[in-house]
């Protein structure tokens, strides 16, 4: 019995270190600070700048642009993992943000890794990642926009994202916030 498009990419994955020199999430990694936002262009750098076999090359892309669905079970296992043990008490942040950001439109994706998920649009617009046992941030992409207050830089936090919002409880996750979320959503429309 040949095996499902799922397993084939589930094994690519698991061989793409050995055959390229780096794993699925260094290649998304590379194809996200790149600036490009169209499979083909993100195929042709793949192929042309660091040899990559096109398969190879069109599994990264479909990663980058959050296309990689192997299927929904393990989605909902790394958000639950994201908030289990000592990040428990940060569920409530994660849900306040989900229910602000999903209500902006049907065209939001919420797209779990397995250390943060990734808001997505046409492109990735945000991120929200449990850092410590306290604290849950918000990772914006804002080009252009000062950082100021709460609203600070990235920094070395995530090189996806322009600007950062710490918030250590729901009742952080205010009009401020949802503000500075729906302007990176609108600006990734």
Not at 55 to 80: I, Q
Not at 96 to 124: C, H, I, M, N, W
Request: proline share 4%; hydrophobic share 40%; glycine share 10%.
């Amino acid at each position: 019995m040949a095996a499902s498009p799922e397993d084939m990419a589930r094994t690519m994955i698991a061989n793409m270190p050995e055959k390229t020199g780096k794993s699925l999430d260094e290649w998304v990694a590379i194809l996200q600070a790149s600036g490009l936002e169209k499979h083909g262009e993100m195929i042709k750098l793949l192929k042309t700048e660091h040899g990559m076999t096109h398969g190879f090359a069109n599994l990264a892309a479909h990663a980058a642009r959050g296309g990689l669905a192997l299927d929904a079970a393990p989605s909902t296992d790394l958000v639950e993992a994201q908030y289990a043990g000592p990040k428990a008490g940060l569920k409530p942040v994660y849900e306040a943000l989900t229910a602000a950001v999903t209500g902006f439109g049907s065209d939001v994706e919420l797209a779990p890794k397995k250390a943060y998920v990734s808001l997505r649009r046409a492109k990735q617009f945000g991120l929200i990642q449990p850092s410590t046992k306290t604290r849950v941030d918000l990772g914006l992409n804002l080009k252009g926009v000062q950082p100021v207050g709460r609203l600070e830089a990235s920094g070395s936090f995530n090189s996806m994202c322009t600007h950062r919002v710490r918030l250590d409880g729901a009742d952080a996750v205010d009009a401020e916030v949802v503000d500075w979320l729906k302007q990176a959503y609108d600006a990734a429309g």
